[in-house]
């Protein structure tokens, strides 16, 4: 039986309609005719067409050109403690099964959009959850989803002794949300003395400052992605460009490269890399650069390597500026292809959704055709399956990753 609303009624235009029904979870605030009422920022609300057919409920975002994210198409759902436990089981449950057993101590638990928690990411590095808060509906809505989050993770029998915040990108200014970070508060339960934690991926230790590092610690979409590069590695000569924490060369390395050399422009970054190259004893067969790539690769030889590994930093981080990534996406990988031998390896990667597959493929093709040389295609991949894609949200196909040899 169809319950009673009790939620404010957003009207939506005829465009926004087809968008939504096509799929998309968003409704564009310019996409909003009228409302029955103003509801609190970050509350619940029912949007209908012109002609008032019910297309789902969602939060309110009252300063996001986002006015509306659905949380649901269901007209009978209930918003309550029960609803929200069902899909953070339903997330878990979703990771147990594509993921390897071991992976699950070092995953994506909460992926947005793709797991029906707008604006929410939640990581998962060893015994910490480390959570990045983007919408004001989950802002409001966390003090119900953080203790649901630890309890079915404990209930499964997962060690869980912190949630960390971090909710430190500027991005949160266009939901009038403030940047912080920190440690939340779960109740009955003291943190952890420590911001850094040390998780295991595909056999590597690592030590992950939740605190300080990258996004929310650590980047794990590419996990899989680095297993393809070892099993490549054995016997090469690599070099890893853009290494960071070191996760692509280490790998190699594990996989039995004859040497790896790991470059990354930023010290801090060589400097972890390089502890944990010691912390995995993979040191002796590693050397460690500070370079910038775009000056270092036209400076090799053809064969210096015979294995080389691109994973850039996003170019572009909108549609304005794909033009002029696509240009330095281009010069980084006509200058790899040109410095590896006939037979040799290559790894390419781009981490922007607003650099689709097409447009990426395109520059690789007119980059191996500058270069004078063919690219055999080993794999084409994507993401890591604790960061699914819906096929209707284009938002959330972001990583685009090949393995190449050169002929």
């Not at 009624?9 to 029904?21: A, L, Q």
């Not at 959570?131 to 309890?151: A, H, N, W, Y």
């Not at 696509?326 to 590896?340: D, F, M, Q, S, T």
């Amino acid at each position: 039986m169809k319950q009673t609303r009790e939620y404010p009624i957003f009207t939506v235009t005829k465009k926004g309609t087809r968008w939504v029904e096509g799929g998309h979870p968003w409704i564009y605030a310019e996409e909003i005719l009228s409302k029955s009422a103003e509801p609190e920022n970050g509350a619940l609300a029912d949007a209908v067409s012109e002609n008032g057919k019910y297309l789902g409920t969602g939060l309110y975002s009252r300063e996001s050109k986002i006015g509306l994210r659905l949380v649901s198409r269901n007209a009978n759902d209930r918003f309550d403690a029960s609803f929200w436990r069902r899909r953070v089981q339903y997330a878990w449950d979703y990771r147990k099964t594509v993921l390897d057993a071991e992976d699950l101590c070092c995953c994506r638990v909460i992926f947005g959009e793709t797991d029906g928690f707008p604006g929410l990411t939640a990581d998962r590095f060893s015994d910490i959850l480390v959570t990045q808060t983007l919408s004001v509906g989950m802002e409001r809505l966390k003090d119900t989803l953080f203790p649901i989050l630890v309890d079915v993770l404990r209930a499964d029998g997962q060690a869980i002794s912190g949630i960390f915040e971090r909710n430190d990108a500027a991005i949160r200014s266009l939901e009038g949300l403030e940047q912080n970070k920190g440690w939340y508060s779960l109740p009955g339960g003291t943190p952890p003395a420590s911001p850094v934690t040390e998780i295991c991926e595909n056999g590597i230790f690592y030590a992950v400052d939740v605190e300080n590092g990258q996004k929310t610690g650590f980047f794990l979409d590419q996990k899989y992605n680095r297993r393809a590069v070892a099993r490549l590695a054995k016997g090469r000569r690599v070099l890893d460009c853009f290494t960071h924490t070191g996760s692509f060369a280490l790998n190699a390395a594990l996989g039995g490269a004859e040497h790896v050399t790991a470059v990354d422009v930023s010290e801090s970054a060589v400097a972890m890399a390089e502890a944990n190259a010691k912390r995995n004893r993979l040191d002796d067969r590693m050397d460690f650069v500070c370079a910038d790539v775009f000056d270092l690769l036209p400076t090799l030889k053809k064969g210096d390597y015979d294995f080389i590994i691109l994973d850039p930093p996003a170019f572009t981080k909108s549609r304005k500026t794909a033009e002029r990534a696509e240009k330095g996406y281009k010069e980084i990988n006509l200058r790899a292809l040109k410095a590896l031998p006939r037979g040799g390896y290559f790894a390419t990667a781009s981490c922007s959704h607003f650099m689709p597959s097409a447009q990426f493929e395109k520059m690789l093709r007119s980059a191996a055709l500058d270069a004078g040389v063919e690219l055999r295609q080993i794999e084409a991949r994507q993401q890591a399956p604790d960061h699914p894609i819906l096929w209707n949200v284009p938002e959330t196909d972001y990583l685009k990753f090949y393995l190449f040899q050169v002929v």
